[in-house]
């Protein structure tokens, strides 16, 4: 069975850190691009960074560059979103993508919350 899962998400206080996991199940993660996107409530969903299946090559959306690291662990079939310095505008649903040539795999998203 195909399946994405996002794990990682929580509550933090502004300053702080989270790493968020998403983890591949009945595919090779290694053979897609993922993407993380997020969603926070009345907004429209966001790309928040983008790794490569092959040279790794990664992208990040300026509302987040220097904070966030995008990275995999290919022998876990997971990739991670390392989060620092976080801001309340981080506040979201954040969800990773799998995708390769026609084909694309969501998760099913895990909520980030930060506040004081």
């Known amino acids: 069975q195909v399946q994405l899962v996002e794990s990682g998400g929580g509550l933090v206080q502004p300053g702080g850190s989270l790493r968020l996991s998403c983890a591949a199940s009945?595919?090779?993660?290694?053979?897609?691009?993922v993407n993380w996107h997020r969603q926070a409530p009345g907004k429209e969903r966001e790309l928040v960074a983008s790794i490569s299946s092959t040279a790794g090559n990664t992208n990040y959306g300026d509302s987040v560059k220097g904070r966030f690291t995008i990275s995999r662990d290919n022998a876990k079939n997971t990739v991670y979103l390392q989060m620092n310095s976080l801001k309340f505008a981080d506040t979201a649903v954040y969800y990773c993508?799998?995708?390769?040539?026609?084909?694309?795999?969501w998760g099913q998203g895990t909520q980030v919350t930060v506040s004081s």
């Open positions: 993508s799998a995708a390769k040539a026609f084909i694309t795999y």
């Open positions: 009945g595919f090779t993660l290694s053979t897609y691009g």
